[in-house]
T-cell receptor, first 113, second 111 residues
Framework: KAGVTQTPRYLIKTRGQQVTLSCSPI?????VSWYQQTPGQGLQFLFE???????NKGNFPGRFSGRQFSNSRSEMNVSTLELGDSALYLC????????????FGEGSRLTVL | QKEVEQNSGPLSVPEGAIASLNCTYS??????FFWYRQYSGKSPELIMF????GDKEDGRFTAQLNKASQYVSLLIRDSQPSDSATYLC???????????FGAGTRLFVKA
């Protein structure tokens, strides 16, 4: 069974630009969660989607948004990029309805210059 | 107070010893608890989960949960150099749909 796939793996943007990251969950997993990982803050929860509905959201500004499609694939978008948005963005899918057990993709590493 | 707290370490143990990793959480309503291992430059990997008070064993790993004390631990027996990684404690928030991670404990196993 294929794992969680994230694209792109690496990207460089400049301040003020926007970025869209994509995540394809493990087949059959309907829950998708997004996390931001930085050395100083660790893994921070961004949001969780299930059946195209956002069920929970972390403490991030409105510049961070996401969505989920009917095939459970998910995207997240960050608008008006800031230097502090440089991080590893991890997507995880879960077979459980409460988004407990998480299976992570390899992440998208975003650098904002 | 952080929702999930771990000692950042590093924790250094000799090969063959028992490594003990600890975690406390603040949300008393939490029901599901997880341990993830993250090697440098890699994404987190689920190694254990526990839902009930007591111990749960899986090979060299034992997870322990004490809900009254809001405490979770992970024991690694016969530690190997390949166990050297950051171990992340995670708690599924009461009501679900959100898993909160601790900052992680770096473990070094010396050959």
């Amino acid at each position: 069974k294929a794992g969680v796939t994230q694209t792109p793996r690496y990207l460089i943007k400049t301040r003020g630009q926007q970025v869209t990251l994509s995540c394809s969950p493990i087949s059959g997993h309907r829950s998708v969660s997004w996390y931001q990982q930085t050395p100083g803050q660790g893994l921070q929860f961004l949001f969780e989607y299930f059946s195209e509905t956002q069920r929970n959201k972390g403490n991030f500004p409105g510049r961070f948004s996401g969505r989920q499609f009917s095939n459970s694939r998910s995207e997240m978008n960050v608008s008006t990029l800031e230097l502090g948005d440089s991080a590893l963005y991890l997507c995880a899918s879960s077979p459980s309805g409460d988004a407990g057990e998480l299976f992570f993709g390899e992440g998208s590493r975003l650098t904002v210059l | 107070q952080k929702e999930v707290e771990q000692n950042s370490g590093p924790l250094s143990v000799p090969e063959g010893a028992i490594a003990s990793l600890n975690c406390t959480y603040s949300d008393r309503g939490s029901q599901s608890f997880f341990w993830y291992r993250q090697y440098s430059g890699k994404s987190p990997e689920l190694i254990m989960f526990i839902y009930s008070n007591g111990d749960k064993e899986d090979g060299r790993f034992t997870a322990q949960l004490n809900k009254a004390s809001q405490y979770v631990s992970l024991l690694i027996r016969d530690s190997q150099p390949s166990d050297s990684a950051t171990y992340l404690c995670a708690v599924n928030a009461a009501g679900g749909f959100k898993t909160i991670f601790g900052a992680g404990t770096r473990l070094f196993v010396k050959a």
